[in-house]
C-alpha cells in the first residue's frame, strides 16, 4: 500500500458506536495517510479508547463543539495536506489517491468530492422510514474536504461559535478569499443519517441556511462605516 504526506483529522463526540467503521474505512485506503489523528470533544462514552485501539493519535479537549475540534486538529496535524472525516462518515477506498492527485497542480488549495447518504444500518424500521436519503451531490461537507494547511490559514479557522453550519460558513469564507477548490466527480464518501441529524431537520436547515446568508451578505458588504 503506497503513503501519502497527508494528516487525517477526525472530530468526535459520543462516536464509539460509529467511531471504529469510519477508521477502518480511512486505514482501508489505496493511498494510506501518513497520519491519523482524533479529536475528542469531551466524550462521556468510550470515544477516545475506540481511537486508541485502532491505531489513531488520540487528542482529548474538555467539550466545545466540532468547529473546535476541528480546529484543534488542523492545528496539531503533522503535514502539510489535512483531510477531514465526521466521525459517522465512511470514505470509499480511492478517496484520498483522488483528492491528493487533484492537489499535484500547485494552483488547487483544497480537494472535495461527490457523497452519497445512507440511513444508519442500526435504526429500527420505524426511524429508517422517517429519514430522507438524497441522492448523490456535490460534498461541500467536512468529510470531503481534503486541503492545504497554508489555505486553512488564508481563510482562518472554523467559527467555534456555530453550533451548525460550520463548514457552510467557512467555504463562504474560503470562497471569498479566492481558494482554488477542485471537486471530484466521483463518489468518494457515504454520509450516514439518523433522526436528529442536520440533514434530516427542516427547522435546523432553515435556520441555518437563514444565518449564513445574513453572514455571507454582510461579508460581502465589508465593514459598516
Not at 94 to 117: G, N, R, Y
Request: glycine share 6%; proline share 5%; aromatic share 4%.
Amino acid at each position: 500500500m503506497r503513503a501519502a504526506a497527508v494528516s487525517v483529522v477526525v472530530p468526535a463526540f459520543r462516536a464509539a458506536r460509529t467511531l471504529d467503521e469510519t477508521l477502518a474505512s480511512i486505514r482501508a485506503q489505496t493511498l494510506a495517510p501518513a497520519e491519523l489523528l482524533v479529536v475528542d470533544d469531551g466524550s462521556p462514552d468510550a470515544t477516545a479508547a475506540v481511537a486508541a485501539a485502532a491505531g489513531a493519535r488520540v487528542l482529548r479537549q474538555a467539550n466545545a463543539g466540532v468547529a473546535a475540534a476541528t480546529n484543534a486538529g488542523i492545528l496539531a496535524a503533522a503535514h502539510d495536506l489535512v483531510a477531514l472525516c465526521d466521525a459517522a462518515d465512511l470514505w470509499l477506498a480511492e478517496k484520498l489517491a483522488t483528492q491528493v492527485a487533484l492537489l499535484a497542480d500547485p494552483a488547487v488549495d483544497a480537494a472535495l468530492c461527490h457523497f452519497e447518504s445512507f440511513a444508519c444500518p442500526t435504526l429500527s424500521p420505524e426511524q429508517r422510514a422517517r429519514i430522507a436519503v438524497p441522492g448523490v451531490r456535490p460534498g461541500w461537507l467536512r468529510s470531503c474536504l481534503l486541503l492545504r494547511r497554508a489555505a486553512f490559514g488564508r481563510v482562518g479557522g472554523l467559527d467555534a461559535t456555530l453550533r451548525m453550519g460550520d463548514m457552510v460558513d467557512w467555504f463562504d469564507r474560503a470562497r471569498a478569499a479566492g481558494l482554488v477548490i477542485a471537486l471530484a466527480p466521483e463518489v468518494l464518501m457515504r454520509r450516514r443519517l439518523h433522526p436528529g441529524s442536520l440533514s434530516n431537520s427542516q427547522t435546523g436547515n432553515h435556520q441555518l441556511y437563514v444565518e449564513m446568508a445574513r453572514r455571507a451578505l454582510a461579508r460581502r458588504r465589508g465593514p459598516a462605516t
